[in-house]
């Protein structure tokens, strides 16, 4: 079943058909699941794989739900593009899961350009904006949870889970997954941890042990606004009940598999 564009390329680079095919495996049984949205067949057709990225995220999500075995039920369909991506019933519980891919504003304009064939390139890793692109995504998506459960398409008794992709925020093939704090974006976004630091003895030039900082917002560099990055200490996220986090879109079948590849992070103040 030929779903995708042959003629893909990520960033303007060609992409190996090896990864169309592998996509379109993954895609095959999520569009026929008739849970996606209206003009899923025409969205697929774009030649620029970054355009189609959001689906094969919700894409593997589907996949990884199926494989455990969960209920996904049939009235989530993105009718008029309403309604959360998919609704998963887990242990009786309802639960909506919200997906959504980083896009790389605001980054370095080096970081994503492609390295010439082996040729060695030293780059600073934009920390900082990477995690205020994870902190935003999710101070969005939990204003549009909010705003269905006040409308009533959400129950007070459903659970509610953010689903964050940040495969697009990264140069290539290599992805990063942890932070300056060597934790996970996904938990330095929602409980304020911030990078490693050292104490340096100014006598002996020795460092001390190493100590993770606390780091409670972080700031926007185009409006000089703070975001919180401790939302799951902050009641006001309580809607959030887990935030899942992963940095691969499954490329190649060589590191897929079949499991859903990056980090679940827990929020004990969610209702």
Request: one cysteine or more; glycine letters at 6%; a neutral charge.
């Amino acid at each position: 079943m030929a779903i995708l564009s042959k003629n893909l390329s990520l960033y303007g680079n060609t992409l190996p058909y090896s990864f169309i095919e592998h996509w379109e495996a993954l895609l095959e049984p999520y569009v026929k699941s008739r849970l996606t949205s209206p003009n899923v067949e025409q969205e697929l057709q774009y030649t620029q794989a970054e355009r189609i990225f959001p689906v094969i995220w919700e894409a593997m999500l589907y996949r990884h739900f199926k494989k455990l075995e969960y209920e996904i039920t049939a009235d989530v369909s993105k009718k008029g593009q309403q309604g959360a991506d998919l609704c998963v019933f887990i242990g009786g519980q309802r639960t909506w899961v919200e997906a959504t891919i980083l896009t790389p504003q605001q980054l370095p304009n080096d970081w994503l350009q492609p390295t010439r064939s082996g040729a060695p390139v030293a780059r600073k890793v934009p920390h900082e904006e990477i995690l205020l692109r994870w902190t935003t995504a999710l101070v969005a998506k939990k204003n549009q949870l909010s705003k269905n459960r006040q409308h009533g398409s959400i129950a007070p008794s459903d659970a509610c889970v953010v689903a964050v992709n940040s495969a697009l925020l990264f140069l290539e093939t290599i992805a990063w997954d942890e932070g300056q704090s060597r934790w996970p974006y996904a938990a330095e976004c929602t409980f304020g941890i911030g990078p490693i630091v050292f104490q340096v003895d100014t006598n002996s030039s020795v460092p001390g042990k190493a100590e993770v900082t606390l780091r409670e917002t972080i700031k926007k560099p185009s409006t000089g606004a703070y975001v919180p990055s401790k939302s799951f200490l902050n009641s006001e996220f309580s809607i959030v009940s887990a935030l899942l986090g992963s940095s691969r879109l499954c490329c190649s079948p060589l590191i897929s598999g079949h499991g859903l590849p990056g980090f679940a992070i827990r929020d004990e103040l969610a209702r």
